[in-house]
T-cell receptor, first 113, second 108 residues
Framework: NAGVTQTPKFRVLKTGQSMTLLCAQD?????MYWYRQDPGMGLRLIHY???????AKGEVPDGYNVSRLKKQNFLLGLESAAPSQTSVYFC????????????FGPGTRLTVT | GQSLEQPSEVTAVEGAIVQINCTYQ??????LSWYQQHDGGAPTFLSY????GLEETGRFSSFLSRSDSYGYLLLQELQMKDSASYFC?????????FGTGTRLQVFP
């Protein structure tokens, strides 16, 4: 099993450009999450999904959109990137009855210039 | 809202014991989780306390007191490989809110 995978691993964007980060999991987890991690800020929840076709806002959702069309995939979109969105983005997944135990992907390092 | 407090940095020597504390304020609470993250890596799950008391997993133990809104992670017989950041996280029914992390440096 690959676990949780993220694509791409690195990306540099110019301000105003758009992009989509892809997260895939092969553990049949119901729940999926997107976090961003900045120095000294810990992990902050952007959006999450409790099942196929559902999404919900986390702590810092502004400037991001998500979609969960298939159970195994969770996409994070930046419609118009800003320098403040420079960060490391982590995707995670969990079973519905144990959201306290999340499995994380390797992360995507995004730089917006 | 929800907030968590944990020390920003802790140092210790190999073989020692270190305790990382976490206090929280939350409107809904289902338990306290701990995660480890090495530099450049992804967070990995360490332990979970859904009830008051001590949970032990090898060299690591975690404690929760709901009445005090307080928990801690105890690392025994420290090894160099334990140098990492440690995050506490409070959970409600379907998500976690993470603290800002404690960086543990283990010296020989």
């Amino acid at each position: 099993n690959a676990g949780v995978t993220q694509t791409p691993k690195f990306r540099v964007l110019k301000t105003g450009q758009s992009m989509t980060l892809l997260c895939a999991q092969d553990m049949n987890h119901e729940y999926m999450y997107w976090y961003r991690q900045d120095p000294g800020m810990g992990l902050r929840l952007i959006h999450y999904s409790v099942g196929e076709g559902t999404t919900a806002k986390g702590e810092v959702p502004d400037g991001y959109n998500v979609s969960r069309l298939k159970k195994q995939n969770f996409l994070l979109g930046l419609e118009s990137a800003a320098p403040s969105q420079t960060s490391v983005y982590f995707c995670a997944s969990s079973y519905s009855d144990s959201s306290y135990e999340q499995y994380f992907g390797p992360g995507t390092r995004l730089t917006v210039t | 809202g929800q907030s968590l407090e944990q020390p920003s940095e802790v140092t210790a020597v190999e073989g020692a014991i270190v305790q990382i504390n976490c206090t929280y304020q939350t409107s809904g609470f289902y338990g306290l989780s701990w995660y480890q993250q090495h530099d450049g890596g992804a967070p990995t799950f360490l332990s979970y306390n859904g009830l008051d008391g001590l949970e032990e997993t090898g060299r690591f133990s975690s404690f929760l007191s709901r009445s005090d809104s307080y928990g801690y992670l105890l690392l025994q017989e420290l090894q160099m490989k334990d140098s990492a950041s440690y995050f506490c996280a409070v959970g409600d029914t379907d998500k976690l809110i993470f603290g800002t992390g404690t960086r543990l440096q283990v010296f020989p």
